[in-house]
T-cell receptor, first 115, second 111 residues
Framework: DTEVTQTPKHLVMGMTNKKSLKCEQHMGHRAMYWYKQKAKKPPELMFVYSYEKLSINESVPSRFSPECPNSSLLNLHLHALQPEDSALYLC??????????????FGQGTRLTVV | AQSVTQLGSHVSVSEGALVLLRCNYSSSVPPYLFWYVQYPNQGLQLLLKYTSAATLVKGINGFEAEFKKSETSFHLTKPSAHMSDAAEYFCAVAGNTPLVFGKGTRLSVIA
């Protein structure tokens, strides 16, 4: 199984809502990532979890709150988002965090629209 | 520090023609290089990767890339374009940091 599964595929939320994005992998990977991708742009790294601990936060606003309940699951909690936060949110996993072990497996993404 | 530069934000080829997507990298450590493809509203799929075992790397869907250290390049090629190759292509480099992506090249294939 080389899949990274993200739910939901689409999400529309108001600026006062609280919602969560979910990501799951069963490849035994020990690093998981959240990326944000705007239209016609490359993915931008948001967070990295390594062995279930937050290792990188790329100065992401606090309205985005990641959580790694166990080695297979990664959540992104959303609260008080702005319309400019609308984007494709991608989850990825890697077996490690350096060198060849950074070959990333990506989920299909969640298309988020903030209204 | 690591970075990737993709030359050409948009490449257009005729069906059956050669595909060449350019990627140059910069890395302070021996690099690992990757090409990913992204279809509209989907995630990224790995096409191929350079692992230092061989400089000519073959990937899925008939794509290949050659690592040239002297030119710091890792260009992606395919001998004959197919309509289904139309997509966004990202070159990425890894070393001692998470993947760093280039800005992407949109490939259009004309019938």
């Amino acid at each position: 199984d080389t899949e990274v599964t993200q739910t939901p595929k689409h999400l529309v939320m108001g600026m006062t809502n609280k919602k969560s994005l979910k990501c799951e992998q069963h490849m035994g990977h020990r690093a998981m990532y959240w990326y944000k991708q705007k239209a016609k742009k490359p993915p931008e790294l948001m967070f990295v979890y390594s062995y279930e601990k937050l290792s990188i936060n790329e100065s992401v606003p606090s309205r985005f709150s990641p959580e790694c309940p166990n080695s297979s699951l990664l959540n992104l909690h959303l609260h008080a988002l702005q319309p400019e936060d609308s984007a494709l949110y991608l989850c990825a996993s890697t077996s490690g965090t350096s060198g060849l072990n950074t070959e990333a497996f990506f989920g299909q993404g969640t298309r988020l629209t903030v209204v | 520090a690591q970075s990737v530069t993709q030359l050409g934000s948009h490449v257009s080829v005729s069906e059956g023609a050669l595909v060449l997507l350019r990627c140059n990298y910069s890395s302070s450590v021996p690099p690992y290089l990757f090409w990913y493809v992204q279809y509209p509203n989907q995630g990224l799929q790995l096409l191929l990767k350079y692992t230092s075992a061989a400089t000519l790397v073959k990937g899925i869907n008939g794509f290949e890339a050659e690592f040239k250290k002297s030119e710091t390049s890792f260009h992606l090629t395919k001998p004959s374009a197919h309509m289904s190759d139309a997509a966004e292509y990202f070159c990425a480099v890894a070393g001692n940091t998470p993947l760093v992506f280039g800005k992407g090249t949109r490939l259009s294939v004309i019938a």
